[in-house]
Nanobody, 114 residues
Framework: QVQLVESGGGLVQPGGSLRLSCAASGFTFSDYAMGWYRQAPGKERELVAS????????NYQDSVKGRFAISRDNAKRTVYLQMNSLKPEDTAVYYC???????WGQGTQVTVSS
């Protein structure tokens, strides 16, 4: 029933920008905190950013602070990750996560390379 579908990944040059989207269905979207995780080859999956159910508060890992912004539109049942000033080390599969229920999307590949 719960579905999280990421989109917006792709290949971008260093310094470029991408906006990831996660379309949610099968639950009351506005009741849940959401997050973006990423997993690079050979590394563990790590939390990138999170946002409260209302969007009133956000948190970021240090490596993306000032560059990434998580947001949500509860009417559209979508959470976003705006990624600016991308670096090669941002290359990873990015996953949308429903915290309280432990659901994940399928992931979207982000590759930052010249």
């Amino acid at each position: 029933q719960v579905q999280l579908v990421e989109s917006g990944g792709g290949l971008v040059q260093p310094g470029g920008s991408l906006r990831l989207s996660c379309a949610a269905s099968g639950f009351t979207f506005s009741d849940y905190a959401m997050g973006w995780y990423r997993q690079a080859p050979g590394k563990e999956r790590e939390l990138v950013a999170s946002i409260t159910s209302t969007g009133s508060a956000t948190n970021y890992q240090d490596s993306v602070k000032g560059r990434f912004a998580i947001s949500r539109d509860n009417a559209k049942r979508t959470v976003y990750l705006q990624m600016n000033s991308l670096k090669p080390e941002d290359t990873a599969v990015y996953y949308c996560h429903l915290f309280q229920r432990g659901y994940w999307g399928q992931g979207t590949q982000v590759t930052v390379s010249s």
